[in-house]
C-alpha cells in the first residue's frame, strides 16, 4: 500500500460519508434543492482565490519540471473554467458572488493558507490531494449523468480522463516526496491529510441548515 493509499484507507469511515454523502446524491439524481445548491456553490466558490494561490505555490515548491508543467496546466483550468462555472450557476440561482464563509470553509482556508504559507512542497501537495481525489471519487458513479448542465457540469469538472490523470499525478507525488521524507513530515503530512478529510465531510454537511 503506496503512502496516499495508507492515509485514505486511515480516513476511510470519514472519506466515504463525504463521498457518498446525501449532497452528492441529491446532485447525481438531479434532485438537490436550489437553495442547498446555492448555498453550497456559494461556499465552495470562496476556495477559488486560495486554491489558485495554493497550485501556485506547488509550481513554486516542486521540485521536477514534469509536474511543475502539471501543475501550472491544471491551474489554468481552475483560474478558467471552474470560475466560469461558477459565474453561470451563481447568476441562475440568483446567489450573491460573495457571502461570509460558514465554519468549514473557514476552516478550508485557513488550511490552504497554512499549506501556502509553509512553503513546503509535501504539505502543499497533501491538501491539494484530499481536495481533488475526494471529489474524483464522488464525481466517479457509474450512472447516467443529470440533465440539467447546473448539476451535470459540476460532475463533469470532477470527472473524466485529464481530471483523473491530474490526482493520479497528485498521488505519485505525495507517495514520491513522502519516501524521502523523514518521520515528522510523514507525520504532518498525515495530520493535514486528516484534517483536509474532516473539512470535506463537514462542508458537505454545512449544505443543509
Known amino acids: 500500500m503506496s503512502f496516499a493509499e495508507h492515509l485514505r484507507a486511515a480516513t476511510a469511515s470519514t472519506w466515504d460519508a463525504a463521498v457518498g454523502h446525501r449532497f452528492v446524491a441529491e446532485l447525481w439524481a438531479g434532485t438537490v434543492d436550489d437553495a442547498v445548491l446555492a448555498r453550497y456553490l456559494a461556499q465552495d466558490a470562496l476556495f477559488l482565490d486560495r486554491f489558485v494561490a495554493l497550485l501556485g505555490q506547488a509550481v513554486a ?3 521536477r519540471t514534469g509536474p511543475r508543467l502539471a501543475i501550472a496546466r491544471q491551474l489554468g483550468t481552475v483560474a478558467g473554467e471552474e470560475d466560469d ?13 460573495t457571502v461570509e464563509p460558514l465554519a468549514p470553509t473557514q476552516g478550508f482556508l485557513d488550511l490552504m493558507d497554512e499549506a501556502r504559507r509553509s512553503g513546503a512542497y509535501a504539505d502543499v501537495l497533501t491538501v491539494l490531494l484530499v481536495a481533488e481525489w475526494l ?5 466517479s458513479r457509474p450512472q447516467p449523468s443529470p440533465r440539467d448542465w447546473l448539476h451535470r457540469e459540476w460532475i463533469d469538472l470532477h470527472r473524466g480522463s485529464a481530471f483523473a490523470a491530474w490526482v493520479e499525478l497528485l498521488r505519485t507525488e505525495t507517495d514520491r516526496v513522502a519516501a524521502h521524507a523523514d518521520a ?8 493535514l491529510f486528516t484534517r483536509a478529510v474532516d473539512l470535506e465531510l463537514a462542508f458537505f454537511d454545512a449544505a443543509y441548515p
Request: net charge neutral.
Open 135 to 139: 471529489y474524483l471519487d464522488w464525481a
Open 61 to 63: 515548491s516542486a521540485d
Open 85 to 97: 462555472y461558477f459565474g453561470r450557476a451563481l447568476a441562475r440561482l440568483g446567489t450573491p458572488p
Open 184 to 191: 515528522a513530515t510523514r507525520d504532518r503530512m498525515a495530520e
